[in-house]
T-cell receptor, first 115, second 111 residues
């Protein structure tokens, strides 16, 4: 099956610094990648949708200047949390879609802790 | 708009008990339906899917049938194991290609 690799799985950073999370599709080309945020014991909240080579589409209430998304190739999308604050601590999950089959494949998630 | 309503948890069962987690949806058109499972500290794994009405998805003893007349996709397993303890998410994927998730149901299976 299709594999999506997300890195790092865990990261701790200081308040005010920036953190980059990578999402790679290992064995297929992902025309569309999605970034989600999951709060403890809650469902996934879609943050943004990115299509290769174009600007990401952010959901209402998500600060695009704070959560920078880049989808530079068909196999890689990155989420950069800029000037991180403790309230940004969360579990971030990416998923990738080929745009052909009705299915999305998920990364393992990244646990971000801002201290 | 699209939405998924999922059975509230948490659900606690004894090993070998029968499991049902209810899921109903609202969508325009003919979405694909999915069940994902999330083990502690991990991302989501696809458990099963169905892409059209009356399709039955199955995997690892879990089953769900796409019922268009009742707009439902209930998850069932005849005999749960301790290793099935996880959070289960029902989701739909309309033609817009953006997944809509239910709220998740925490399942705990006791030995």
């Amino acid at each position: 099956g299709a594999v999506v690799s997300q890195h790092p799985s865990r990261v701790i950073c200081k308040s005010g610094t920036s953190v980059k999370i990578e999402c790679r599709s290992l064995d297929f080309q992902a025309t569309t990648m999605f970034w989600y945020r999951q709060f403890p014991k809650k469902s996934l909240m879609l943050m943004a949708t990115s299509n290769e080579g174009s600007k990401a589409t952010y959901e209402q209430g998500v600060e695009k200047d704070k959560f920078l998304i880049n989808h530079a190739s068909l196999t890689l999308s990155t989420l950069t949390v800029t000037s991180a604050h403790p309230e940004d601590s969360s579990f971030y999950i990416c998923s990738a879609s080929t745009g052909v089959k009705p299915e999305a494949f998920f990364g393992q998630g990244t646990r971000l802790t801002v201290v | 708009g699209n939405s998924v309503t999922q059975m509230e948890g948490p659900v606690t069962l004894s090993e070998e008990a029968f499991l049902t987690i209810n899921c109903t949806y609202t969508a325009t058109g003919y979405p694909s339906l999915f069940w994902y499972v999330q083990y502690p500290g991990e991302g989501l794994q696809l458990l099963l899917k169905a892409t059209k009405a009356d399709d039955k998805g199955s995997n690892k003893g879990f089953e769900a049938t796409y019922r268009k007349e009742t707009t439902s996709f209930h998850l069932e397993k005849g005999s749960v194991q301790v290793s099935d303890s996880a959070v289960y998410f029902c989701a739909l994927l309309p033609s817009a290609r953006q997944l809509t998730f239910g709220s998740g149901t925490q399942l705990t299976v006791l030995p």
